[in-house]
């Protein structure tokens, strides 16, 4: 099991920007996947940025040039800073790792579905106001 423990929601003003952070509890330096996702109240989970061990990236169209998906392998964390928010960016994030390892698999998807990933952070939640 990996525990993924995250950090840095908060409420700020539209056009603002914050940083969100997820530690992965693991030693595990095999193939991954991670991604943010969010929900908004009254909306379904959605995918925002994912990221794989080798570097490659992607993004939803909604947040394309203002967040930035990356990972510090040193300090094993997964950051999403986001700038230039706006109101419809309101919701609770979500961290989540997807380790093929674990699975008995070879390589991980680097999809934004929700059922290819089996580990989830217990999410932190991002208000921004007008």
């Known amino acids: 099991h990996v525990q993924l423990v995250e950090s840095g929601g908060g409420s700020v003003q539209s056009g603002g920007s914050l940083r969100l952070s997820c530690a992965p509890r693991t030693t595990t330096r095999s193939e991954y996947c991670m991604a943010w996702f969010r929900q908004a109240p009254g909306k379904e989970r959605e995918g925002v940025a994912n990221i794989r061990n080798d570097g490659y990236k992607g993004y939803t169209d909604a947040v394309k040039g203002r967040f930035t998906i990356s990972r510090d392998d040193a300090m094993n964390t997964l950051y999403l800073q986001m700038t230039d928010l706006k109101p419809q960016d309101t919701a609770m994030y979500y961290c989540?790792?997807?380790?093929?390892?674990?699975?008995?698999?070879?390589?991980?998807?680097?999809?934004?579905?929700?059922?290819?990933?089996?580990?989830w952070g217990q999410g932190t939640q991002v208000t921004v106001s007008s």
């Open positions: 989540a790792a997807e380790y093929p390892a674990y699975k008995g698999s070879s390589a991980c998807h680097l999809s934004f579905r929700e059922e290819d990933y089996e580990f």
